[in-house]
């Protein structure tokens, strides 16, 4: 009997792409855009100008589309597509599915929603486990579709489900075809830090939102703003080695966050009834991190929440997800010519 150790050498092949999410103005869906839709072939277009190396669209962005020329323009520039959907219906998720199948994608992002922005559960009081067991329905029976075309069904932390939620729901289903969408300032809004958030999930992981926020401080908690990646408080350098060492072929898609800030109330009384128990460590371990990274006391509002001409607004996307862009091609250059040793 060979009782050595057998391992094997990887490349790292970690792709950078591109979700639309984060600049809804210049992409024409937020719904003060007065600017037309863009067009999938024009999004996987701005991608390969800009040097991604995917996508990330919704089925809205896709209608009319010509598909199988989408699918030949991403073979032919090497382009990973994540369809994004929303739910947990197992037939809307199926008809992304399809979708995803026609264009050659892998992964079809998923959110479930119930909380409001900033892990606010309170809208929630006395349903939140009802809904939970309802999730947990759905997404096993979606499951199942993604298991017959062979894709990725991947629940994203959309400032909804911790960590504990996250890791139940993929050890009930308990199927390689799902698994977490990791949107990496997102945790903040659970009261996790992204780093062990990440490290908790990291088994399951399926696909990344590249997201950073500056935070400032509240009476009731802290407020996250977005922020060019790399210039907030996830510590991405982190979160690269993390994802080499585990996950060398990972998708990362680059999200700027969104235009309203999200309030946290971490502070309140009523914040907390339908989270799952923690230890006091863990919270401890949070509001230092976010004590330590908090800036100073200033206008925190976006140009969009400051209602400034929707030109300027179209600017602002535009400078940090050019800063966002020209920050994970430098920082992936590190690995991209790495070789790792898996055992």
């Not at 103005?25 to 999004?43: C, E, F, V, W």
């Not at 075309?149 to 932390?157: C, F, I, Y």
């Not at 939620?165 to 977490?180: A, R, T």
């Amino acid at each position: 009997m060979d009782s050595k150790i057998r391992s094997q050498e990887r490349m790292i092949q970690m792709k950078v792409g591109l979700s639309v999410f984060g600049t809804t103005y210049m992409m024409g869906i937020h719904p003060k855009s007065g600017q037309p839709i863009i067009t999938a072939k024009r999004l996987m277009s701005y991608a390969v100008e800009a040097g991604l190396e995917g996508v990330e669209m919704p089925l809205a962005v896709l209608e009319g589309e010509d598909i199988p020329s989408l699918a030949q323009y991403a073979a032919s520039h090497q382009l990973y597509i994540t369809v994004a959907s929303g739910g947990y219906d197992p037939d809307k998720l199926k008809m992304a599915m399809d979708m995803a199948e026609r264009l050659g994608a892998a992964t079809v992002r998923t959110v479930v929603g119930g909380a409001g922005y900033g892990g606010d559960r309170r809208p929630m009081v006395g349903r939140w486990q009802s809904f939970m067991q309802d999730v947990l329905s759905g997404l096993a029976k979606a499951t199942v579709a993604a298991e017959q075309r062979g894709l990725t069904l991947a629940l994203e932390n959309h400032q909804d489900v911790a960590s504990e939620e996250l890791l139940w729901l993929c050890e009930q289903i308990d199927s390689p075809h799902f698994g977490i969408t990791l949107d990496t300032g997102n945790p903040l809004a659970t009261a996790e830090e992204p780093v062990d958030f990440a490290k908790r999930i990291l088994p399951h992981l399926k696909h990344v939102h590249l997201k950073d926020y500056w935070i400032y401080l509240s009476e009731e908690g802290y407020r996250l703003v977005r922020c060019p990646i790399g210039q907030g408080v996830v510590d991405f350098p982190a979160l690269m080695e993390l994802f080499s060492q585990s996950c060398p072929d990972m998708t990362l898609s680059i999200e700027v966050g969104a235009h309203e800030a999200r309030h946290t109330r971490v502070l309140a009384d009523d914040f907390w009834p339908e989270y799952p128990t923690r230890p006091a460590s863990q919270l401890a371990a949070t509001l230092r991190f976010v004590q330590a990274n908090a800036k100073p006391s200033a206008d925190w509002r976006t140009p969009h929440e400051k209602n400034e001409p929707e030109n300027l607004i179209i600017a602002y996307e535009n400078h940090q997800l050019l800063a966002s862009i020209a920050y994970m091609q430098g920082l992936i250059r590190n690995y991209k010519a790495k070789v790792i040793t898996i055992f």
